[in-house]
């Protein structure tokens, strides 16, 4: 199994222009979850989703948006990029909702908005 | 709410040396407790967890006890190597699947 992975590792933007973050999971989860990770700080939730169709927000959800079409996959949209976005965006998946469960990292995407 | 706070970083040792990060939590109910390591380069890995009070998680020579009375979820090693050299973030997880995280300490060991 591959895990969680993501595309791209690295990326640069010009404030205004869109992209989306792409991450797809191998273990048939049915949660997943993006975060964003600043320096000096945890990670904070952006968004999250239990089950393919269905998507809620989560702590920081503003200037993205997210799409869940298949169990697999799970990509994360910027469609104003601003310089507040730069950071380095994690997405995870867990089998369950219990709060004993792991969630899985991917390794995760640079993004400079400049 | 929930929230996480660590012990701030950078934190440097020498090989062989104690360590300790002190991790504590605000929640209600019974969490669970995480930490998860992050290799240079590297998405978050678990490196141990405990479910209820009192419970200790172990793995790579790393402990951690799960302590209701002080709020607490120090980890530690009594031997580091320059291996572990990465952040480790402690982080909670109440009963609704999102973790609340810590804001991560940046070990160094030293050869």
């Known amino acids: 199994n591959a895990g969680v992975t993501q595309t791209p590792k690295f990326r640069i933007l010009k404030i205004g222009q869109s992209m989306t973050l792409q991450c797809t999971q191998d273990?048939?989860?049915?949660?997943m979850y993006w975060y964003r990770q600043d320096p000096g700080m945890g990670l904070k939730l952006i968004y999250y989703?239990?089950?393919?169709?269905?998507?809620d927000k989560g702590e920081v959800p503003n200037g993205y948006n997210v799409s869940r079409s298949t169990t697999e996959d799970f990509p994360l949209r910027l469609e104003l990029a601003a310089p507040s976005q730069t950071s380095v965006y994690f997405c995870?998946?867990?089998?369950?909702?219990?709060?004993?469960?792991?969630?899985?990292f991917g390794p995760g995407t640079r993004l400079t908005v400049l | 709410g929930n929230s996480v706070t660590q012990m701030e970083g950078p934190v440097t040792l020498s090989e062989e040396a104690f360590l300790t990060i002190n991790c504590t939590y605000t929640?209600?109910?019974?969490?669970?407790l995480f930490w998860y390591v992050q290799y240079p380069g590297e998405g978050l890995q678990l490196l141990l967890k405990a479910t209820k009070a009192d419970d200790k998680g172990s793995n790579k020579g790393f402990e951690a006890t799960y302590r209701k009375e002080t709020t607490s979820f120090h980890l530690e090693k009594g031997s580091v190597q320059v291996s572990d050299s990465a952040v480790y973030f402690c982080?909670?997880?109440?009963?609704?699947?999102?973790?609340?995280f810590g804001a991560g300490t940046t070990v160094t060991v030293r050869a």
């Open positions: 989703s239990v089950g393919a169709g269905i998507t």
């Open positions: 929640a209600t109910g019974y969490p669970s």
């Open positions: 273990m048939n989860h049915n949660y």
């Open positions: 982080a909670l997880n109440r009963n609704d699947y999102k973790l609340s």
């Open positions: 995870a998946s867990s089998k369950t909702s219990l709060s004993t469960d792991t969630q899985y």
